[in-house]
Nanobody, 121 residues
Framework: QVQLVESGGGLVQAGGSLRLSCAAS????????MGWFRQAPGKEREFVAG????????RYSDSVKGRFTISRDNAKRTVYLQMASLKPGDTAVYYC??????????????WGQGTQVTVSS
């Protein structure tokens, strides 16, 4: 089992940047692929970014590619989402997620509680 706690959300102007963090507790953090999802009011939760267990491979949705960067520090048991050039359409609750050895990060096993990101225009 792994517990995930997001932080770093808040208000930002369009074009600005935010850095989200997800702190994990539990056993063998490095055995989990990690990722970020987001959900805006009235919309389905969508995949944003994922990173492999060793941190050597990343994947992004088309809507954030080139603007967001996911990274992880296995020693600190933390995954990050650096968000740049933010747009009002990025406004959502952002969720950290973890996938075990069998699962794909697009269908994670564990979720954090979410952190609100609001981008004003």
């Amino acid at each position: 089992q792994v517990q995930l706690v997001e932080s770093g959300g808040g208000l930002v102007q369009a074009g600005g940047s935010l850095r989200l963090s997800c702190a994990a507790s539990g056993r063998s953090f490095s055995s989990y692929a990690m990722g970020w999802f987001r959900q805006a009011p009235g919309k389905e939760r969508e995949f944003v970014a994922g990173i492999s267990r060793g941190g050597y491979s990343t994947r992004y949705s088309d809507s954030v590619k080139g603007r967001f960067t996911i990274s992880r520090d296995n020693a600190k048991r933390t995954v990050y989402l650096q968000m740049a050039s933010l747009k009002p359409g990025d406004t959502a609750v952002y969720y950290c997620a973890a996938a075990g050895l069998i699962a794909s990060i697009t269908s994670p096993d564990y979720w954090g509680q979410g952190t609100q990101v609001t981008v004003s225009s």
